[in-house]
């Protein structure tokens, strides 16, 4: 069936070094992939998102790179901040049918040490 | 923050309960999703009200269901609560169904006992 995974559940990085988080996905029908972060005790939070006729996209210290042979999605961060710490997501989303919900993946935690 | 409020924060229940989420969407969004999340696990789709109907659910027997209101905001609603109903319950809004940046609430943690 559909799924949307993570290769790593855990990461730590230094403050300052910059930190991939990677996600292996199966439905290449999805029209969109999307990073959330989600700090603890709050909801998830959109940070990017990229077309799947895309590769690439750059956003403020974020960059997205998909895959699409191997159906796999990146999120770079770059000069990691101990704000960054947090869980995050990736999702997909296809817009095959009317709705567009969200299929998220386990996520994995970022720790940032000082 | 978001815009979007959940209520109430948290909740205990017991087996075979009733239980009644709120949400208030963003001013100006018309598309309510609810999301069951379970510890440690990613957030799951329950269903998504757009304009007062239900437009679309996921894999969520029928004990689940929800409403939307003129103003937007949404309930969710589960019967005969199990064990496994316990998790962080989120409500994200959008303007739309077909808008990637949904915005979530702080969620309902529920506790079935």
């Known amino acids: 069936g559909e799924s949307v995974g993570l290769h790593l559940p855990t990461l730590s990085v230094q403050e300052g070094d910059n930190s991939i988080i990677n996600c292996a996905y199966s439905?290449?029908?999805?029209?969109?992939f999307i990073w959330y972060k989600q700090e603890s005790g709050k909801g998830p939070q959109f940070i990017i998102d990229?077309?799947?006729?895309?590769d690439k996209r750059q956003g403020q210290r974020v960059t997205v790179l998909l895959n699409k042979t191997v159906k796999h999605l990146s999120l770079q961060i770059a000069a990691t901040q101990p704000g960054d710490s947090a869980v995050y997501f990736c999702a997909e989303i296809n817009y095959g049918g009317s709705q567009g919900n969200l299929i998220f993946g386990k996520g994995t935690k970022l720790s940032v040490k000082p | 923050e978001t815009g979007v409020t959940q209520s109430p924060t948290h909740l205990i229940k017991t087996r075979g309960q009733q239980v009644t989420l709120r949400c208030s969407s963003q001013s100006g969004h018309n598309t309510v999703s609810w999301y069951q999340q379970a510890l440690g696990q990613g957030p799951q789709f329950i269903f998504q009200y757009y304009r007062e109907e239900e437009n679309g659910r996921g894999n969520f027997p029928p004990r689940f269901s929800g409403l939307q209101f003129p103003n937007y905001s949404s309930e969710l609603n589960v019967n005969a609560l199990e064990l496994d109903d316990s998790a962080l319950y989120l409500c994200a809004s959008s303007w739309g169904t077909r808008d990637n940046e949904q915005f979530f609430g702080p969620g309902t943690r529920l506790t079935v006992l």
């Open positions: 439905n290449s029908a999805s029209d969109y």
């Open positions: 990229i077309r799947s006729n895309m």
